[in-house]
């Protein structure tokens, strides 16, 4: 299986993303000022809004909820799009702790996101969680 190409980016950098291909975007902020990303050969767009925390106990923190939600969307692009760009503001935590997560999940391993990026263990925990209760159901 060829893997998807994973673009973790800061949210700057994100607004300069441009792709030939077919690709989607999870979109991360602290407090929802999202930057504008190109709409071409966009398939879809995922925004959340959680604070870059590994303490599940801020109300402000990633939540099963939205592990939830960025799973459905990940799953409903999956097979539309050859890249997934994924970007939180500073491209060192929150998007690295999802790319490792779908690395996990897709593919059977984190990729090459703890070597490289210090990827939030909170976001990662509960992604890859959230998907084996969902596996388990199925």
């Given at each position: 299986?060829?893997?998807?190409?994973?673009?973790?980016?800061?949210?700057?950098?994100?607004?300069?993303?441009?792709?030939?291909?077919?690709?989607?975007?999870?979109?991360?902020?602290?407090?929802?000022?999202?930057?504008?990303?190109?709409?071409?050969?966009?398939?879809?767009?995922?925004?959340?809004?959680?604070?870059?925390?590994?303490?599940?106990?801020?109300?402000?923190?990633f939540?099963?909820?939205?592990?939830?939600?960025?799973?459905?969307?990940?799953?409903?692009?999956?097979?539309?799009?050859?890249?997934?760009?994924?970007?939180?503001?500073?491209?060192?935590?929150?998007?690295?702790?999802?790319?490792?997560?779908?690395?996990?999940?897709?593919?059977?391993?984190?990729?090459?996101?703890?070597?490289?990026?210090?990827?939030?263990?909170?976001?990662?925990?509960?992604?890859v969680?959230?998907h084996?209760?969902?596996?388990?159901?199925?």
């Amino acid at each position: 299986m060829e893997r998807k190409h994973f673009e973790v980016r800061s949210a700057y950098n994100a607004e300069l993303f441009r792709c030939d291909r077919p690709w989607a975007a999870i979109s991360i902020t602290t407090v929802g000022d999202f930057p504008a990303l190109s709409e071409e050969n966009r398939e879809g767009l995922l925004q959340l809004v959680f604070a870059d925390t590994a303490d599940p106990s801020r109300a402000d923190s990633f939540t099963s909820s939205h592990a939830a939600e960025l799973l459905d969307f990940v799953e409903e692009m999956w097979d539309r799009v050859e890249v997934l760009l994924i970007h939180c503001e500073a491209g060192l935590s929150r998007s690295p702790g999802v790319a490792a997560a779908l690395s996990r999940i897709y593919y059977g391993d984190d990729g090459p996101w703890f070597e490289y990026d210090f990827p939030n263990t909170l976001v990662y925990q509960l992604l890859v969680d959230g998907h084996k209760r969902r596996s388990a159901r199925a």
